[in-house]
């Protein structure tokens, strides 16, 4: 009874009366779910089969904003309220088709300039025709992490390209940001396959005086490129082909595929035939490869490297790159014939730095110094000789490319069996070794060991200075016994002897500024000394000299002897380009040789005033001083008319009393000719030479 009363009292409520409400809350809760579920798959599949057209607006503005620049997905002459031919799938790997995507020149480009490619209105950049782009959403993800951004696949039915670039460098192919956009690094593209049917590109670039046209195509059978026009107003022409399908992803993640390349531009020709793993970046590259042309500055320059101005050249060798991103170029140069010199080395180029930097060895069986005459300032070309010549110069006052040193850092060694400095030389210097080094636009030639003939030696360094408008040069060289017989080119007759010989030693010192080596010499300061020891030289000049007419008739008739050299010694001081000698003298056992004057290296005039005083008797002398005016390159030899007057007057005078009388003033005694003083100028010089030698 009890527990039917409680049951049936209204009061009390049963346990499962909430709960159920609960579970309807949730029900219908769910239902809800699943009907927003239904509904965002049902639009999910609706943009699916539609393409999403409504983001194409969108998109339009966020990549013109990412890029500071328009981008539409219409042609370019198209009206903005034209619905685009564009279609988005985001199930699976994210595609994009577009039947048009045009890009803009920035804001602020220059007016385009013709030609463009057809199809390509002024005032854009590119259009492309039936685009089909592939990347995966994790790819896409890694992208806004920071990494660079892959895409799987990109094809092209058609594109149209106009690069151009001013000569203050702004180019409308450079992606620049918004001013709102995050100022996050823009990461590399990496592409895993591209085909394209057809792409038509020009190109204009000022600083590189490049005008071309280039017709190109990717696809399954390989790259194919054609390209003509000129560059620095010479005929360019380019063509690019592979014989399989190529790679363009990351390097490493694919095979080498072979390529073959021909580049003709002006008189400058390349032949490559490789392998190539990452086209677009040059990575994993391993070619072969003939160089030729008018100079190696001409290579350098599109390259951004310095590289000297020499005569023509043909180079052939192995061009070698690591697939990994930062990975430095390997040049393995077999031969490079440069004019008459034959040259090799291997050599590191480092293009990932900040300034790119070149190191290796540079060897060579002969290197002619003519051939590297342009790079110190030697007329190129005939025309700039033959002006040089009918303006009476000599020193080399073409322009150095100052600017050019300052593109990149360098050290080298160098090491070359011999040196030819020209045909005023016997022989050449064999063999020369350097290190040379490129900083910041200070170029250095030091630890320079050179020998020359047979036991000769010449050391010390050269430096230049291109920081400034004006090129500082220093120069600190010393030669040590070097053997005039052996090194200079002395033309006597069949069987006569060399006209002067012995051990040369001395060193100079020299510092100047300019732009040419004319303007260097001309603003020189500095010393040179020089001393010759074992030495002899020809009687019959020294004689001729001196004009001992008895002594040289009588040289001409037995023959002539080589004098024994007491000494033979010169200490020039050099102030403003003006060479003064302080002291300049030739000693022998039958003359004494004295030199004064000045040589002006700013204007190459000649004021120089040799002296002969006999030692020994002569019965026939003039013994007057000879003087030397002029410049380097049209030098004046005469006699002191003063001092020949002054010996002929009176042997005129006495020969109208007797004819033998007229001898009695050309007799000379000689002045009998210690040497002592010539030893001690000869020792103190040399001394002073060797303790700035030792200080080295």
């Given amino acids: 009874m009890m527990n039917e009363g409680i049951a049936a009292d209204p009061a009390v409520r049963t346990p499962t009366a909430a709960p159920s409400r609960r579970f309807l809350l949730v029900r219908r809760m769910a239902a809800g779910g699943a009907a927003l579920l239904v509904a965002a798959a049902a639009a999910l599949a609706w943009g699916e089969w539609r393409g999403w057209p409504w983001l194409a607006g969108w998109s339009e503005g966020w990549l013109s904003g990412q890029l500071g620049r328009e981008l539409r997905w219409r042609p370019p002459e198209a009206p903005s309220g034209s619905a685009p031919g564009w279609r988005l799938s985001l199930i699976g790997p994210l595609r994009l088709q577009a039947a048009d995507l045009a890009v803009a020149d920035p804001a602020g480009a ?251 060895t540079l060897r060579g069986r002969a290197l002619w110094l003519a051939d590297l005459g342009p790079a110190i300032g030697v007329p190129a070309q005939a025309a700039e000789r033959q002006a040089a010549a009918a303006d009476g110069r000599i020193l080399p006052d073409r322009r150095f490319d100052l600017p050019s040193l300052d593109r990149m850092d360098a050290a080298l060694t160098v090491s070359l069996d011999r040196l030819e400095l020209g045909e005023a030389f016997a022989r050449p210097i064999a063999p020369l070794q350097a290190r040379l080094r490129l900083q910041q636009a200070v170029l250095s030639i030091d630890e320079l060991a050179a020998r020359v003939g047979s036991g000769g030696q010449i050391t010390g360094s050269i430096g230049l200075d291109a920081r400034g408008a004006q090129a500082r040069w220093t120069t600190a060289l010393r030669a040590t016994g070097v053997p005039l017989e052996d ?87 050099v102030r403003d380009g003006t060479a003064t000698p302080r002291v300049m003298l030739v000693d022998t056992p039958d003359s004494l040789v004295v030199v004064d004057g000045a040589l002006s290296l700013a204007t190459e005039q000649l004021m120089l005033r040799a002296r002969v005083r006999p030692h020994d008797f002569s019965p026939l002398s003039l013994r007057t001083p000879i003087d030397v005016r002029g410049t380097l390159a049209r030098p004046k030899v005469s006699l002191d008319t003063r001092g020949l007057v002054q010996r002929l007057l009176p042997s005129a005078l006495l020969a109208l009393v007797t004819p033998a009388a007229a001898l009695l003033p050309l007799l000379d005694p000689g002045d009998g000719g210690s040497d002592a003083g010539c030893r001690d100028l000869a020792s103190r010089l040399g001394t002073a030479s060797d303790r700035r030698g030792a200080g080295r």
């Fill in 110 to 360: 220059a007016a385009a300039r013709p030609p463009a490619p057809e199809g390509l209105p002024a005032g854009w950049t590119l259009h492309a025709r039936d685009l089909d782009l592939r990347l995966r959403w994790r790819d896409l993800l890694a992208w806004r992490r920071g990494e660079p951004l892959r895409i799987e696949q990109v094809g092209i039915g058609h594109i149209a390209a106009r690069l151009q670039r001013e000569a203050d460098g702004r180019a409308n192919w450079l992606l620049e940001r918004a001013a709102d956009a995050p100022a996050r690094p823009r990461p590399a593209v990496q592409i895993g396959t591209l085909w394209l049917r057809e792409g038509r590109l020009a190109i204009d670039d000022r600083p590189l005086a490049l005008q071309a046209d280039a017709v190109f195509s990717l696809d399954e059978r390989g790259v194919k490129l054609r390209s003509g026009g000129r560059w620095r107003q010479q005929p360019l022409s380019l063509a690019l082909e592979t014989g399989s399908p190529l790679p363009w992803i990351a390097a490493g993640a694919a095979a080498p595929v072979g390529f073959a390349l021909s580049l003709e531009a002006g008189a400058t020709l390349l032949r490559a035939q490789g392998r190539v793993r990452d086209l677009l970046g040059l990575r994993g590259l391993d070619t072969g490869f003939t160089l030729s042309g008018p100079s190696l500055a001409r290579v350098g320059e599109p390259l951004g490297l310095t590289l000297p101005t020499t005569a023509s050249f043909r180079a052939q060798g192995r061009l070698l790159r690591e697939p990994a991103e930062a990975s430095p170029w390997r040049l393995q140069l077999a031969q490079a014939r440069i004019g008459r010199s034959e040259l090799s080395g291997d050599f590191v180029l480092d293009t990932a730095a900040a300034r790119p930097q070149l190191g290796g």
């Fill in 487 to 573: 090194w200079l080119r002395q033309t006597r007759a069949s069987g006569a002897g060399p006209w002067i010989s012995g051990r040369l030693s001395g060193d100079l010192l020299m510092q100047g500024q300019g732009r040419s080596t004319a303007e260097l010499l001309a603003s020189a300061d500095g010393r040179l000394r020089l001393g010759i020891t074992q030495g002899r030289m020809s009687q019959l000049a020294l004689e001729a000299a001196g004009i001992d007419v008895a002594q040289a008739l009588g040289l001409l008739l037995v023959g002539d002897r080589g004098l024994p050299l007491r000494c033979a010694v010169a200490d020039l001081q």
